[in-house]
T-cell receptor, first 113, second 115 residues
């Protein structure tokens, strides 16, 4: 099936640092979503992107839909301890024709106070 | 506010038991999904449903079945639980119609252990 390559797999940062993670694919997507999952909880939708080149912010989070439609990135500025968790990207294929999303395997973020 | 609930947060079952995982959403969403999540494998789609009494296989349907008798409820059934079905199970729902049909909203998950 289709795959999303999400990197890095894990990050260890100090509180206050900025964070950047991305997802890439050889396929074209027409929607990109970014989720955060706290330990023992379900993923929560952070940002949704629908147009190539779109840049969207949600507080300290900023995400962009790549111009080629094959990638997306998520930035977190001035990280705080509650940013800890696993961040997932998800994409809907341009030719998918169904309601299924393709998920990345996640970036595990650890923030040291 | 978006709300997806799952019947249990933690469940322990024995090999061979029939297991029911229930999911309810109160957002009048048409689409509902069941995933399992395992370390290193990410989220994998088991089954999904576009409407009442409608179901479609996802990527890993073997060993599972589903039931959607009412719009708000989507059940995942393990006919005969096996140890390799120990996992975190996540339910999600979404509205149909571009573009927000791909914004899936997840429940808190059920961590199932089969011994």
């Amino acid at each position: 099936g289709q795959q999303l390559n999400q990197s890095p797999q894990s990050m260890f940062i100090q509180e206050g640092e900025d964070v950047s993670m991305n997802c890439t694919s050889s396929s074209i997507f027409n929607t990109w979503l970014w989720y955060k999952q706290d330990p023992g909880e379900g993923p929560v939708l952070l940002i949704a992107l629908y147009k190539a080149g779109e840049l969207t912010s949600n507080g300290r989070l900023t995400a962009q839909f790549g111009i080629t439609r094959k990638d997306s990135f998520l930035n977190i500025s001035a990280s705080i301890p509650s940013d800890v968790g696993i961040y997932f990207c998800a994409g809907q294929l341009l030719q998918g024709g169904s309601e299924k999303l393709v998920f990345g395997k996640g970036t595990k973020l650890t923030v040291n106070p | 506010d978006v709300k997806v609930t799952q019947s249990s947060r933690y469940l322990v079952k024995r090999t061979g038991e029939k297991v029911f995982l229930e999911c309810v959403q109160d957002m009048d969403h048409e689409n509902m999904f069941w995933y399992r999540q395992d370390p290193g494998l990410g989220l994998r789609l088991i089954y999904f449903s576009y409407d009442v009494k409608m179901k479609e296989k996802g990527d890993i349907p073997e060993g599972y079945s589903v039931s959607r008798e009412k719009k708000e409820r989507f059940s995942l059934i393990l006919e005969s639980a096996s140890t390799n079905q120990t996992s975190m199970y996540l339910c999600a729902s979404s509205l149909p119609g571009q573009p927000i049909d791909y914004e899936q909203y997840f429940g808190p998950g059920t961590r199932l252990t089969v011994t």
